[in-house]
């Protein structure tokens, strides 16, 4: 049996085994539509397999935004999120250098 962990929202994510998991990735997002951006919580957790939200890091005044995210790579993330969130926010990406940063997570793993 599978213990499904909530993402940064509260919301269930399905967990993943480090064999799916390769990368921690930074998305910085610009946000256009605070309404839309910010009710997109419960579809976070549709995410596809292998994607998992970690960290969320709202600005004060809501119109930035940061997230940790795991996953196979940029595009398969990309792929999720430009769709999910193109009405409402502006999304930059970039690969996390394990190796140089700090206070990353513990990449999940399947219970």
Known sequence: MSV????PWGEPC?????????????VEHRITNPEVF????????EAPSGINALQFFPSV?????????????????????????????HNIYYAVDSTKAIGLPDKKAAA
């Open 4 to 7: 499904w962990e909530p993402n």
């Open 61 to 89: 005044n809501k119109d930035r935004a940061v997230c940790l995210w795991e996953a196979k790579s940029v595009e398969a993330l990309k792929g999720f999120l430009e769709t999910l969130s193109a009405e409402s926010s």
């Open 14 to 26: 399905r967990p993943s085994s480090q064999k799916e998991v390769h990368m921690f990735i930074v």
């Open 38 to 45: 910010f009710g997109l919580a419960s579809r976070v957790a």
